[in-house]
């Protein structure tokens, strides 16, 4: 159980998705202007990592080793991946058309994000059993919600704020990554 | 457009990285040295041309409705190849560029490029292109290395991926007392990029705000 | 020699699926009250995001 409680703290605060590893650089500069958006992808990124992640999971142990065609793995993962988010789409665009208008706009962007292809090969790299890799998918993702949020709270302030013309828009708010990427340095020794 | 124009605005015009905010990923996480900065530069364009290519190869017989898993198989079995000839013929750069290497797949400028450009023209010019955009790619990562490289260790060094020997070490031992370690980090990747995006708006802007001035004159 | 077969029978079937998926998907109509959800993104420059103008094609239809 401690373990897995500092798998999570690891993935969350210390190996942030974000601010040390970078994954998911796009959607943090374009969808981080607004709080409702901003939420809306982390929950959107949260549910296709989750689902994606144990897909690939069980296809690479039942599937890919037992047929000895490791070397596949990139690109099974990738069409997994993008089979997932279509999928997905369609189903909450015909069951539930509420959970659309909040969710559906973000999830085509999900397809290209490195976090999820990421995670399913980390789940893959560290071996992790089924627990640890449930547990892993739901924090990284998880982690990159609370930044996004965090990011998107400053940003709207940001705008307020009296820019020099050059630092306008991403550059002043990649700076703010910058700092709060020092701040999150802090908890470097806490696992 | 003519061919030489499309070539050059993928380094400052059109430049992927700072102008258009594409493959941010790899970007900031790669360009703590000019060899990472490099090998993957030089990966990127070596996948963003074949991939450019065969998508214009098949524009014609692609099924509109499906274009995207089309060039998303197309990409990532390149990659795949790209991945495992570096495996087996770099192996220390293959070690330090690790995951990122095949999460090109999913890096937003080449399937970008795929939809925006090589669907609509010819080989030779998607070839071009690919080349130009990769160049400007290339060219931001060893921007963003060169100053990160020297701020955390007061020297350049470049060697030889294939054998590891050292072809260039350029170092400022006088300065060595005041390097500064958190360069190396992520704190001042995000700094180093904000600098020159800021940088680039700039440039960007200048010309425009010339003609501006004719015009009012 | 076997599992090379296997190989690309595999990625066969997984880009089928995907291919599938993503034409059923775009045949699927937008629940009430969504149509003009795409116009409320404000765009930010990831070409490949089925919200960017460059992927209006398929709707144009």
Redesign the interface.
Known sequence: MAELFSLAITAILINNIILTKFFGMCPFLGVSKKTSSAVGMGVAVIFVIMGASIITYFLYHLVLVPLEITYMQLITFILVIASFVQFTEMFIKKFSPALYKSLGIYLPLITTNCAVLYVAQDNITQSYNFIEMLVNSFSVPFGFLMILYIFSCIRERLDLATTPNAWKGNPIALVTAALMALAFSGFAGLV | MNRKENFVAGFVKENPVFGLYLGLCSALAISTTLDNAIGMGLCVTLILTASNMIISAIRKITPDEIRIPVYIVVIASLVSVVEMLMAAFMQELYANLGVFISLIVVNCIILGRAEAFASKNGILDSALDGIGMGLGYTFSLLLIAFVREFLATASWTITNPFNNQVILHLGLEFLEPFKISMFSTSTGSFLTFACFAALFTVLRNKPAKKEEKKEAK | MN?LI??VL??LI??G???A??????K???????EN??E???G????????HP??S??EG?
Not at chain 3, 21 to 26: C, G, K, P
């Open positions: 599992n296997y190989a595999f990625a997984m880009g699926l995907y291919a998926l993503y034409y059923l998907n775009h699927t109509p937008v629940p009430e009250g969504c959800l795409k409320e993104c404000s930010c420059s990831i070409s490949s995001c089925a919200n460059s992927q094609k398929i239809e």
